[in-house]
């Protein structure tokens, strides 16, 4: 993860570089710092913590000048201090690192023995130390800096500057993205456009092996085998949107609070209401109808909204998926028929292991389908079709509304497929589009339980341990709501298939242990009965998310409800994910934790 920033200017950098990396924290908040040069002396400012501490020392000792590389960090290797904070020098050199460099090992040795001193216990300090070795060897800085390069295996994507020049950084892209942003006598880079949004919106992605020798009048990009090599300028969109809280105490509060608005944005993008049909599957280069299977790849919550599709589709369309998280994926050489569908969910769209997966369906022959929220992301841009999630920008590290979106899009897949698989006629697609519009209605409904809801994460502040039960599409949310609150209270919390409960984890229950069952009245209601029964005989205390029929007829005594209005049942995974994301909120609220910012976590998951 971590985010990177460079600045090739014409006047004092340090304050723009720690406002673009105030776009980057998302990506690592737990050390930050910043670079420049002026009159061939490099200096840094470094603070462990959130990017505040460091914007603290800058005012205390400013920065000057014109040229400089900032990062915000989530440590990979060594801890969260100022000493592993990067920018990283050697000798000449000052570096900046988003990746995981896998050889750094031998790497370190070789220099060690060559005599060089590591002050930090990064993978990265040694990339400064290959460049600083090649300059001192005689080489030019883009020269060296591309010997060096070639000499990494891993992740990576660098910003590097030298003493020497005061109109030079170059930068490197294997694996993260990188944006160069092109402005009106400076040039900028970043881990993303937006990034860069307060400076320029024309941005050249680097691909992967690229490397940029940048200077403020111009840049050259050269490939891996070090051939010059174009890469188009486009025009970023959305990238000014820098997004605040408004009225609410946190970004997540507010992303829960958002739903509806953007759950309805997401199903007018997919939905023809006045046809009452699911749009734009026509124009893709797959045809569900000619589909044995379906390929899930993804990482988190964007794997629970796809097990929840694995439901929809099966059900549905009676269309076999395959689901795996992507880091099972990528390595299990999965045997695939050609001209499959593999579909990849994911917010960021920048998530390395989701990436590694869809390259390997690209190599299998495989459709590539991606359902994604950031438009301009690389998975966006490898894919054959994308199916974009109208979230907007999500700034929480706890996806919230992100989950809802890509929800949105996957019922609206699962029905465009069942159709054109022959297996629903008009009148069945029309009712069900009429079922799925109405999820924004439900959804702004089921806000206004907050207060019961907050009240009820009162006394979930104090437990140690939660269990998460559900069937069917509830299961994946039961593992969702384990999620959430996992990351932002650090309750331990786990989702289970409510069949399984006898199978080990009733071992846990006793009356210590509140246990969340998400449990709408459908046909299998009266199952998941059972299991609160034998949740209630060993003194388990319930919390149970239904509706008034399911509350009727639980007919469990001591039983805690959260009462959500009947709906139809394909848009229950939509409307139920907030109660679940509302309750691991308000825990964590009570709790006191970071809610935006949970410890050890990242918004982007760019390394393996
Ligand atoms: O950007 P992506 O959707 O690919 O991210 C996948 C996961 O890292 C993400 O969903 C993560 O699990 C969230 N923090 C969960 O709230």
């Known amino acids: 993860m971590c985010g990177i920033v460079g600045i090739i200017g014409n006047r004092p950098v340090a304050p723009l570089i720690v406002d673009a990396l105030k776009r980057l924290e998302y990506r690592g908040y737990d050390s930050a710092g910043v670079a420049t040069l002026e009159g061939n002396i490099l200096d840094r400012r470094r603070a462990e913590g959130k990017l505040v501490n460091l914007e603290t020392r800058l005012n205390a000792d400013p920065l000057s000048g014109i040229i400089g590389i900032g990062h915000t960090r989530w440590a990979t290797h060594g801890v969260p201090n100022e000493t592993n904070a990067h920018p990283h020098f050697s000798d000449d050199v000052a570096l900046v690192h988003n990746g995981i460099i896998e050889n750094f090992r031998e790497l370190r040795e070789e220099l060690i023995a060559d005599g060089y001193n590591f002050a930090s216990q990064t993978d990265t300090e040694v990339i400064a130390h290959l460049v600083s070795r090649e300059l001192k060897a005689g080489k030019n800085p883009a020269d060296a800096a591309h010997t060096a390069i070639l000499r990494l295996e891993g992740a990576f994507a660098l910003a590097i500057m030298f003493c020497s020049e005061d109109n030079l950084i170059v930068a490197a892209r294997n694996g993260p993205p990188l944006a160069i942003g092109h402005g009106e006598g400076e040039m900028y880079l970043g881990s993303d456009a937006i990034a860069l949004a307060p400076f320029t919106n024309v941005i050249t992605y680097l691909e992967d092996g690229d490397w940029a020798v940048i200077r403020r009048e111009d840049m050259k990009i050269f490939d891996a085998s070090g051939a010059s090599v174009e890469r188009a300028k486009q025009f970023s969109v959305g990238s000014h949107l820098m997004v605040d809280k408004g009225n609410h105490r946190h970004f997540m509060d507010k992303e829960i609070h958002e739903q509806p608005e953007v759950i309805g944005h997401t199903l007018a993008h997919y939905l023809d209401f006045a046809e009452q049909r699911v749009s734009g599957l026509d124009d893709v280069s797959f045809n569900f109808k000619e589909l044995e299977r379906v390929t899930i790849t993804a990482c988190g919550t964007a794997y629970l909204a796809g097990m929840v599709a694995k439901y929809w589709f099966e059900h549905l369309a009676r269309l076999p998926v395959d689901i795996d998280v992507a880091s099972e994926f990528r390595y299990r050489e999965v045997p695939m028929n050609k001209d499959g569908l ?6 960021s769209g920048e998530t390395a292991d989701t990436l590694a997966g869809l390259r390997y369906c690209r190599e299998q022959g495989q459709h590539i389908g991606a359902i994604v929220n950031v438009r301009e992301s690389t998975i966006a841009r490898e894919s054959d079709v994308v199916f974009p999630t109208l979230a907007g920008p999500e700034i929480g590290v706890a ?43 439900f959804a702004s409904q089921v806000l206004k339980l907050g207060p019961q809801i907050e009240q009820l994460a009162r006394e979930l ?9 559900g069937r069917d599409t509830n299961y994946p949310l039961a593992m969702e709501g384990a999620l959430k609150l996992k990351e932002i209270s650090y309750i331990h919390a786990e989702g289970y298939a409510a069949g399984e409960l006898k199978h080990g984890p009733i071992a846990l229950i006793d009356e ?15 199952k998941t009965v059972s299991n609160m029964q034998e949740v209630a005989a060993r003194g388990g205390k319930i919390i149970l998310i239904t509706d008034e029929k399911g509350a009727s007829k639980a007919g469990i005594d001591e039983i805690k409800t959260i009462i959500l209005p009947e709906m139809p049942t ?39």
């Not at 593999?342 to 917010?347: E, H």
């Not at 502040?461 to 039960?469: D, F, G, P, S």
């Not at 969340?516 to 209601?525: L, M, R, S």
């Open 342 to 347: 593999s579909l990849f969910i994911t917010q």
């Open 399 to 441: 996806s919230t509304k992100a989950f809802t979106c890509q929800l949105s899009v996957l019922a609206c897949l699962a029905v465009g497929a069942a159709r054109q698989r022959g297996i629903i006629n008009t009148e069945q697609e029309a009712q069900t589009v009429r079922e799925l519009s109405e999820a924004p209605r």
């Open 461 to 469: 502040a104090n437990v140690k341990h939660i269990l998460y039960l």
């Open 512 to 526: 210590t242990m509140p246990v969340v069952v998400i449990a709408p009245h459908d046909q299998i209601f009266e």
């Open 570 to 608: 394909i848009i229950t995974p939509l409307v139920y994910a907030l109660p679940i994301q509302m309750l691991a909120y308000y825990t964590a609220v009570h709790m006191g934790t970071d809610v935006d910012q949970p410890r050890n976590l990242a918004k982007s998951v760019t390394v393996e």
